[in-house]
Structure formats: C-alpha cells, structure tokens
C-alpha cells in the first residue's frame, strides 16, 4: 500500500496541537496517524530557533521529495551496466526504468535484444538522470551513447515561489466583501513589510483597518515567504473571530504561500494592485509613523518586547478620525460590544 504523505491541513493540525501543549499522542489522534509519524514530523521539520512553524516544515518537506534519489545506479555495478548496455540501444531513462520494473515483476520476461540481465533489479528514471549526468564530460560518447536531449546536464526544476514570478492564486482587492471598503466592517487588516538597512532585516506590520490597531512582528529567520506567513499564522490565530476577518497585502514575493495562511488561519488573502499603495492608504500611513521609531537605513530589531512596545505607545495615540479614541479603546470597545 503506498504510504500517505503528510498534507498541509495534517501539519496546520500539528502546529496547533503544538502550540496548544498536547502530546504527540493527542496530535496524531486528532490527525487519524500513528505517533510515530507525528513524532518524526516534528522531528525532522521544526526550526532550530523557533521550534515547529507549519509553512516552513511544509516546504522541507516538499525541498526533500524534491531531491533527485541517492546515486543508487552509481552504487550498482548489476544496474550501471544494464543502464549503460540500454542507453546505447537508444532507449530513454523512462523506457530503461519501466522495462526494468516489468522484468522484475515478470521473471520470466525475457532481456531485450543488446541488453543485460538485471537479476530482478528495478530503479526509477529519477535515478538513471543523476547517473548520467554524473559522469565525466566525452563519456557518453566513448561509450557510443547520444542522449537524444543532447545536454550534458540536466534542466533545474524550477520554483515557482522565487524568482520574482506572478503569485499563484492571487485573489484581488476587488473581491473584497462589502463593509470592508468603507470600514463598517472590523477585522480586516492591511499587511506590509517594512525594511531595515541593506535590506537584510525586516518586520511585519498589521493594522486593523477600522480601529488603526498595529501589530508590530519581528522576522528573525528573515524575510521568505515561509518565514513570514509562518510569523503572520502564529500571531493571527490568537486573534478573536470578531477580528478575523482578512488581510489585504500588495504583490510582494514575502506573501508567496497565502493559501497556506489562509488555511491555518480560515482568513483570506487579498491583494493591491501593482503599484497602487493607495489601495492600502492605512497600512502605508502607519508604516510611515512607524519609521519614526525604525528609522529607514537602520537596523529592525528581533527583539519582540522592543517592537510591541513601539505598537504599545503608538495605539495609545488618540487619533482625530476615530473621534480621538486611542486604537486600542476602538478595539476593545468593538470587542466588548461583540459580547453583550
């Protein structure tokens, strides 16, 4: 029976489980898998500084199915000759590795006209590519082999997350429900990054479109998608429904892995258009007041306690459009009218 890898709603279940303090034995019930495999999941996936992050243990988990398999035909004097022996008949890695499996389930099927008994050996083509590709340059053809490719190496496999690429699955603002426009709605926040010098330190800042209230999340793993969808998961979850609502953000590379947020957190994702900072006027606004604090050129701490005390004072402000309530009276009176 093949094995059932694990998916990213199994490992949004772990992460809570997780952070909720259960046993490995509780995660896997919740989960329907042995606790072993919870147990080696976390294991293997957590990150050295910041423990279990679900996005970040997704994606090793994707780079390592990724990875092309050991160099087993290298390894294997049996398989590298039947290899080689079929590569001069012009047989293809995939037309190589399937006769390969066919011989072995059949023991009685016979070897091919200039082949070699593989004695019930079988590899997939994934392993005959890094075998080939391995060997030294004029090998092939001494051997008389003429891939039909005619590369000396192999194509990279491309990763649609980088490279500057249009974001998959991209839902716009356009989209957005009625009520968040015009802010009768609380719950929908507007995201950003802002940058520290040279580029190579950053932070999250979320505002509550309604009330003006800021969250302030350092990024101390940097400033990769998994990195910050995993910061904007951990902190979101704790946020009451009432203020659950959606996140609007521009088309930067650090919001790759939305639908991963969106999954963990049940709040969906919207974004601006390109090069319209307008469309998020409030988080644009507050990003500018934060600078006061994080001046651009510097260095943006990871230190937490250092940015939620700048979130602190500046949602104590009172602020002429919420009636000169402080953000933080706007929030928590919305969330005391929300209970009674």
Known sequence: MQRRVLTFH???EIGAGVQAKLTVRQIAERIGRAPSVVSREIRRNS????GYR???????????RARPQARKVAADPVLAARVRADLRRSR??????????AEADDRTREVLPGSLDAEGRAVSHEAIY?????????ELAKAGILLRSKRTRRKPRTDTCNGGARIVGMVSIDDRPDGVDDRRVPGHWEGDLIIGAAGKSAAVTLVERKTRFLILLPLPEGRSSEAVVDTVIDHVRGLP???SGSITWDQGPEMAQHAALSVATDMPVYFAHPRSPWERGTNENT???????????T???????HLTAIAEEMNDRPRATLGYLTPREAFNRLLVASTT
Do not use: C, F, S, W
């Open 287 to 297: 990003n500018g007041l934060v600078r006061e604090y994080l001046p651009k050129g």
């Open 299 to 305: 260095q943006i701490t990871t230190h937490q306690p």
């Open 10 to 12: 199994d490992r949004a």
């Open 54 to 64: 679900i996005v970040t243990a997704d994606e090793k988990a994707r780079k390592r």
């Open 47 to 50: 990150t050295k500084t910041r």
């Open 241 to 243: 429904q009432l203020m």
């Open 130 to 138: 890094p075998y080939i590709y391995a060997l030294p340059k004029g």
């Open 92 to 101: 293809t890695p995939n037309q190589i590795a399937g006769r390969l499996r």
